[in-house]
């Protein structure tokens, strides 16, 4: 029995301008192209039409401006791209009609306004990969990149010279992926970059529309619409910047996980400033006090590095006394090493290999005591449990709201069989240990 195809849509594209339009035009179709999409060579056998403008002289902008007319009079279903797309206000009031408009060298909102025009038909001959991409991690979790690169500067660190700073990615185009890997079976993602918490700044938080509303290239504005959509979403690699306060309502109202990864990394004022770090450490604290009070089953996890050039015996007192006032939920350590190109290495006064071992053990022991009293006062609590694995035993594994996944504790489950992978499921906590609960899921 032969087998129908469907047809993809065709896309008719207008290219206007210097070689570098053109260029532009053909990066666009070759990735429209890979994506399923026909092309079209006239006006009447495309779905959408793309103009790629220039507005390089008066003379060009008309040329553009009468290319947009054209394509709206012989189609109606018109994206505009390229240099006018700074000019949006204006072609948008001159054409009402058009259905998006990026800028030059936007390969990824073209391509993103495409589909959302023209969507592909779902098939296995046409689409060769899922709309929620090819993962690396288990289908009911996902990691979702919000940037790129890191404005800061730390001694330790060499990630702006391998990366470069920070590039933030446009808040539909993340949303719209959240959306796909959502629909392809995600019940958590996993919200990444190099500085979260400092999303935006390099886009000015310009908005974008998403599903007729207006929402900020910003930490908050983007946790909010992700909550929306039905997921856990978990927040890694935030900087204690105020503006953080304003995400812990939305862990309150549920609809971010009440879950902070932070890395500290350090809580004395002497070794933050050879990290170049800021030293703030006192108004966290308080901060601590006040996220805990507006959302009490807020778990906070962070890294510290023990032995840094210049740390002293009083340095890591202070270290251990601020630990234990502070009550992480989940502490990881490292030892300072040195890495090629790190600017900590020329610091005086590295600290012997032997101090830094001593060190590591005594806030690992601090740390493993916290954290075991922390989870003891869950024993008899109700939790939401996802379920990672279920075993032929009967039993399962799983992660409450405070457990990220690889880095943080687990639940262990008996009488579980029943359950599969992505569940979430109430689980009655019946045990503890340092690290990871134990329980049985509710009928």
């Not at 390089?56 to 018109?78: C, H, P, Q, T, Y």
């Amino acid at each position: 029995m032969a087998t129908t195809l469907p047809s993809p849509p065709k896309i008719g594209m207008v290219s206007l301008g210097c070689p570098k339009n053109l260029v532009d035009s053909e990066r666009i179709l070759t990735k429209l192209r890979s994506d399923g999409y026909a092309m079209s060579p006239d006006y009447a056998g495309a779905d959408v039409v793309l103009v790629n403008t220039c507005g390089f002289l008066d003379s060009a902008k008309e040329e553009s401006l009468e290319a947009i007319g054209e394509a709206i009079a012989e189609n109606g279903r018109v994206i505009v791209t390229g240099c006018m797309g700074k000019e949006a206000e204006m072609i948008r009031a001159k054409f009402p009609g058009i259905l998006a408009v990026t800028g030059a060298h936007q390969y990824e909102e073209v391509v993103g306004a495409v589909h959302e025009a023209a969507p592909m038909p779902p098939s296995a001959f046409l689409n060769l990969v899922p709309d929620s991409g090819l993962k690396l991690t288990p289908r009911h979790y996902s990691y979702l990149k919000i940037s790129e690169g890191c404005n800061h500067r730390c001694s330790f660190c060499i990630i702006p010279s391998l990366r470069g700073d920070l590039v933030s990615r446009r808040p539909d185009a993340i949303l719209r992926e959240a959306e796909k890997l959502i629909e392809a079976g995600t019940k958590e993602l996993l919200v990444i970059s190099q500085d979260t918490s400092a999303y935006g700044v390099d886009i000015r938080h310009q908005p974008r529309m998403w599903h007729g509303e207006e929402v900020r290239a910003h930490m908050t504005d983007l946790s909010r619409e992700l909550g929306k959509l039905g997921a856990w979403v978990r927040l890694h690699y935030v900087y204690p910047y105020p503006h953080v306060d304003q995400v812990i309502p939305l862990m309150a109202e549920g609809l971010i996980l009440p879950y902070l990864d932070i890395p500290f990394q350090h809580a004395s004022r002497n070794v933050l400033k050879l990290m170049k770090r800021p030293a703030n450490e006192t108004k966290v604290l308080e901060r601590i006090k006040t996220w805990r009070t507006i959302a009490p089953d807020i778990a906070i996890r962070s890294t510290f590095v023990v032995g840094f050039p210049g740390e002293t015996e009083d340095d890591f007192a202070y270290l251990m006394d601020w630990l234990e006032e502070a009550q992480l939920d989940r502490v990881g350590a490292f030892r300072f090493e040195p890495v090629e190109g790190a600017a900590a290495n020329d610091l005086p006064n590295h600290v012997p290999e032997e101090i830094k071992e001593e060190r590591y053990a005594r806030l690992m022991d601090l740390t493993a005591r916290i954290s075991a009293d922390k989870l003891q006062a869950k024993v008899g609590r109700t939790l939401d449990v996802i379920i990672d694995a279920v075993d032929e035993e009967g039993g399962a594994t799983g992660r409450s709201k405070a457990d990220a996944p690889e880095i943080d504790g687990e639940v262990f489950l008996r009488d579980a069989g029943h359950l599969k992978q992505g569940d979430i499921v109430p689980v009655s906590i019946e045990d503890a240990d340092e690290h990871d609960l134990y329980g049985v899921p509710l009928a």
